[in-house]
Nanobody, 126 residues
Framework: QVQLVESGGGLVQAGGSLRLSCAAA?????????MGWFRQAPGKERDFVAA????????YYADSVKGRFTISRDNAKNTVYRHLNSLEPEDTAVYYC??????????????????WGQGTQVTVSS
């Protein structure tokens, strides 16, 4: 079982930037797996934000964040990075990383992911 530890959230003004990290717990690795990134705002469902293939060679983004957010990974460090730029109040949510363990419905299919991180809060003030 892979345990994911998230960090990097916080409070930022609109237009600002943050970097989120998602690391495997000591002794674990997810270097052979695609990784996903989701977010959940209060009272809403957990929505797809972005994903990255196991090699990092392919990335996928929700239309709402395309051009503003970037996902990358360093398999030697068992860490996935999420760069959030040009943040908007609508980006306020808890952000989660997860391992993709099933394939069939697409990178944005929430039920194809597991081993969710604990989440990190991102709050964007106007």
């Amino acid at each position: 079982q892979v345990q994911l530890v998230e960090s990097g959230g916080g409070l930022v003004q609109a237009g600002g930037s943050l970097r989120l990290s998602c690391a495997a717990a000591s002794g674990r690795t997810f270097s052979s797996y695609g990784m996903g990134w989701f977010r959940q705002a209060p009272g809403k469902e957990r929505d797809f934000v972005a994903a990255i293939s196991w090699s990092g060679g392919s990335t996928y983004y929700a239309d709402s964040v395309k051009g503003r957010f970037t996902i990358s990974r360093d398999n030697a460090k068992n860490t996935v990075y999420r760069h959030l730029n040009s943040l908007e109040p609508e980006d306020t949510a808890v952000y989660y990383c997860a391992v993709r363990f099933a394939y069939g419905k697409g990178w944005n299919a929430r039920n194809e992911y597991g081993y969710w991180g604990q989440g990190t809060q991102v709050t964007v003030s106007s």
